[in-house]
């Protein structure tokens, strides 16, 4: 099945602006709609299940964003589950998508004609589920499995809607499928976790069980909304006002400062593994942009995908995150901890602020010219360390600024005050959490711990409450 596409954000030099947002407020609006009439319409009363969210189940090429899953961005409240081909030292590879269920051929290795390079191009490291199955075993196991539940051909489960697992999640339909995995929905008949437990959990998803289905790893999440990605492209890429953004990106630092207290780095963080809680909106009409603008009604987040997650006492594999996200020390590979994490939330909360991608390249070079580009020269002291000589010529980093590539770093890059769309205080402070966060030396780059006692977070905007819960 061809790889789902994720769409491409407009282009910087379109000359279009979305400076109004929160510096203007005399913009006439026209009340559309309350609400996701799609997601209203799904909601029942019990519990649902999905092996993963659907809207991750992507990989993209090299050359293009790729666009994305318009069809399965419809919910239910309850969870999610994951199931994955149960096979002996697996590779955990999680493209686009925040739970996969890895398919493999027989002989045990990733079917490689359903895969491709993300055009957020990500490396992951090796990890091997802990256990004592061996492939004999599989094997004996799977001739012992009823005569009515099979595989097809690239590894995945066969099933149908209605289909039972573990005579408790029933398969309700296919959400999306991925290079390797597919993900559905599911009802929970047994609803045995109440709904009380979901509004006190962290920032991090819940995993609410696991099982083996004759082979097959099958994990129940709870269910979550739309990635901030998807809820983005399906606004035009309008970005999120100003509370919102402060909303989320204090859930966001908690979130993953509890991770880091406990010795945990995430290494993929990106707005495609941020969820919404419930990404019901509202709409509104804006006389200046002529189209309709999403408002999310609740922006609480939670955090999804560790599949490549490292603890610190664990092999750090040299090339980690997703490509715009990647921080300076993983590309020079001087090594990596924590404040890599860090990088990436600075890089997500500029998205969040423009609707934009701030680092669009797939070249690890042009990658380095655009950071001098927004932030200034690459220090001498990580130049001296690096490994990768060949980015630079006499301690500068080695980069014609009168190529076509070149001209197209500058064109679309600019000193990272410069996009600030005005100058009040949430503007300012907001620029400079993401300044501190976006430092390149990593001893030099502000913890999340720190971020959380940063003033962007000590102030309110007037009439509006962000603190959360």
Same mark, same amino acid.
């Given at each position: 099945?061809?790889?789902?596409?994720?769409?491409?954000?407009?282009?910087?030099?379109?000359?279009? @602006?979305?400076?109004?947002?929160?510096?203007?407020?005399? *913009?006439?609006?026209?009340?559309?709609?309350?609400?996701?009439?799609?997601?209203?319409?799904?909601?029942?009363?019990?519990?649902?299940?999905?092996? &993963?969210?659907?809207?991750?189940?992507?990989?993209?090429?090299?050359?293009?964003?790729?666009?994305? +899953?318009?069809?399965?961005? $419809?919910?239910?409240?309850?969870?999610?589950?994951?199931?994955?081909?149960?096979?002996?030292?697996?590779?955990?590879? +999680?493209?686009? %998508?925040?739970?996969?269920?890895?398919?493999?051929?027989?002989?045990?290795?990733?079917?490689?004609?359903?895969?491709? !390079?993300?055009?957020?191009?990500?490396?992951?490291?090796?990890? *091997?589920?802990?256990?004592?199955?061996?492939?004999?075993?599989?094997?004996?196991?799977?001739?012992?499995?009823?005569?009515?539940?099979?595989?097809? $051909?690239?590894?995945?489960?066969?099933?149908?809607?209605?289909?039972?697992?573990?005579?408790? %999640?029933?398969?309700?339909?296919?959400?999306?499928?991925?290079?390797?995995?597919?993900?559905?929905?599911? /009802?929970?008949?047994?609803?045995?976790?109440?709904? @009380?437990?979901?509004?006190?959990?962290?920032?991090?998803? !819940?995993?609410?069980?696991?099982?083996?289905?004759?082979?097959?790893?099958?994990? =129940?999440?709870?269910?979550?909304?739309?990635?901030?990605?998807?809820?983005?492209?399906?606004?035009?890429?309008?970005?999120?006002?100003?509370?919102?953004?402060? *909303?989320? =990106?204090?859930?966001?630092?908690?979130?993953?400062?509890?991770?880091?207290?406990?010795?945990?780095?995430?290494?993929?963080?990106?707005?495609?593994?941020?969820?919404?809680?419930?990404?019901?909106?509202?709409?509104? %009409?804006?006389?200046?942009?002529?189209?309709?603008?999403?408002?999310?009604?609740?922006?609480? /987040?939670?955090?999804?995908?560790?599949?490549? =997650?490292?603890?610190?006492?664990? *092999?750090?594999?040299?090339?980690?995150?997703?490509?715009? %996200?990647? =921080?300076? $020390?993983?590309?020079?590979?001087?090594?990596? &901890?924590?404040?890599?994490?860090?990088?990436?939330?600075?890089?997500?909360?500029?998205?969040?602020?423009?609707?934009?991608?701030?680092? !669009?390249?797939?070249?690890?070079?042009?990658?380095?010219?655009?950071?001098?580009?927004?932030?200034?020269?690459?220090?001498?002291?990580?130049?001296?360390?690096?490994?990768?000589?060949?980015?630079? +010529? +006499?301690?500068?980093?080695?980069?014609?600024?009168?190529?076509?590539?070149?001209?197209?770093?500058?064109?679309?890059?600019?000193?990272?005050?410069?996009?600030?769309?005005? !100058?009040?205080?949430?503007?300012?402070?907001?620029?400079?959490?993401?300044?501190?966060?976006?430092?390149?030396?990593?001893?030099?780059?502000?913890?999340?711990?720190?971020?959380?006692?940063?003033?962007?977070?000590?102030?309110?905007?007037?009439?509006?409450?962000?603190?959360?819960?």
């Amino acid at each position: 099945m061809p790889h789902l596409k994720r769409a491409r954000s407009p282009d910087w030099s379109s000359g279009e @602006s979305w400076d109004y947002r929160d510096c203007y407020s005399s *913009h006439k609006y026209r009340r559309v709609s309350h609400s996701s009439e799609r997601e209203n319409k799904r909601h029942k009363n019990h519990h649902h299940l999905k092996p &993963s969210d659907g809207h991750y189940l992507e990989t993209k090429s090299l050359n293009e964003h790729m666009e994305y +899953h318009d069809g399965k961005h $419809e919910y239910r409240d309850g969870y999610k589950m994951e199931y994955r081909n149960g096979c002996r030292n697996r590779e955990c590879r +999680h493209d686009r %998508y925040h739970y996969s269920h890895h398919n493999y051929s027989k002989s045990g290795k990733p079917d490689s004609g359903r895969s491709q !390079q993300s055009s957020r191009e990500r490396h992951r490291p090796k990890k *091997h589920l802990s256990g004592t199955s061996n492939d004999s075993h599989s094997k004996s196991h799977r001739q012992r499995r009823t005569k009515n539940v099979e595989d097809d $051909e690239e590894g995945h489960l066969v099933y149908h809607t209605g289909d039972r697992l573990k005579a408790r %999640y029933e398969i309700v339909c296919t959400l999306g499928e991925g290079a390797f995995g597919k993900v559905v929905e599911c /009802i929970d008949l047994k609803r045995l976790v109440s709904s @009380s437990l979901l509004l006190t959990c962290s920032g991090c998803v !819940q995993m609410l069980d696991w099982f083996d289905h004759h082979g097959h790893i099958c994990i =129940a999440f709870e269910l979550l909304g739309l990635s901030t990605y998807d809820f983005l492209k399906e606004n035009n890429f309008m970005p999120f006002p100003m509370h919102q953004i402060k *909303h989320m =990106a204090y859930q966001l630092c908690r979130a993953l400062n509890s991770l880091h207290c406990n010795k945990l780095t995430h290494t993929d963080l990106k707005p495609e593994n941020i969820l919404f809680m419930n990404s019901d909106h509202d709409i509104e %009409y804006n006389s200046k942009t002529k189209r309709d603008e999403r408002t999310v009604k609740n922006p609480d /987040i939670k955090v999804v995908d560790f599949g490549s =997650a490292t603890f610190d006492d664990e *092999h750090h594999s040299t090339v980690v995150s997703t490509r715009h %996200y990647r =921080a300076p $020390e993983v590309i020079l590979e001087l090594g990596w &901890s924590n404040p890599c994490d860090v990088w990436s939330v600075g890089c997500i909360l500029l998205e969040y602020y423009l609707g934009l991608t701030l680092f !669009q390249t797939h070249d690890s070079r042009e990658h380095l010219a655009m950071m001098e580009r927004v932030l200034g020269p690459i220090p001498s002291s990580m130049i001296s360390r690096t490994r990768k000589r060949k980015y630079f +010529h +006499h301690e500068r980093l080695d980069w014609d600024e009168n190529s076509s590539a070149g001209r197209y770093v500058r064109r679309r890059c600019k000193p990272l005050k410069e996009y600030m769309v005005c !100058q009040d205080s949430d503007h300012r402070e907001l620029f400079d959490l993401i300044g501190k966060m976006l430092e390149y030396e990593p001893s030099r780059r502000i913890s999340l711990d720190q971020a959380l006692h940063h003033p962007f977070f000590s102030t309110k905007k007037k009439g509006r409450s962000w603190i959360t819960k």
